[in-house]
DNA sequence: CTACTGACTCAAT
DNA sequence: GATTGAGCCAGTA
């Protein structure tokens, strides 16, 4: 398991609770800034892991890109509306309000 | 070894 | 806005 690989679950595993984050956000925090399509593999290799909420990861735009891998296309999306994150269309409307910006590395 | 594929993003058009 | 092309890099065939 890479370093990389390591820092981006250590990040996952801190995203507050009714929070989310982006793919993006979590490659820069995680030192490789262009890696987002990463981001989301490795967080398919994790997915039975309960301990990394990866319903709390979307694309830049909102969009819960990643509900396919779930073991039910909506439980990504009840997961979310769980915490309080209101999902309409695949999409967290206004969902710069729930962002949250990973801690950047000096 | 080469080729192709992504839970993505950005810049240019 | 939409579309296109490139960068990213681990995994798979």
């Known amino acids: 398991m890479s370093d990389f690989e390591k820092r981006v679950l250590d990040l996952v595993r801190r995203i507050p609770r009714g929070r989310v984050t982006t793919y993006g956000h979590l490659a820069r925090a995680a030192g490789s800034p262009s890696a987002a399509r990463m981001v989301g593999y490795i ?3 994790q ?3 309960p301990a990394i909420p990866a319903h709390r ?3 830049r735009r909102g969009e819960l890109t990643g509900r396919w891998h779930f073991e039910t296309p909506d439980l990504m999306r009840r997961l979310l509306e ?3 994150v209101p999902v309409q ?3 967290i409307p206004d969902f710069m309000q729930y962002l949250w910006i990973p801690p950047m590395p000096e």
């Open 82 to 84: 769980n915490e309080g």
């Open 43 to 45: 967080l398919n290799r």
């Open 89 to 91: 269309d695949n999409r």
């Open 47 to 49: 997915k039975f892991n």
């Open 57 to 59: 990861v979307v694309n």
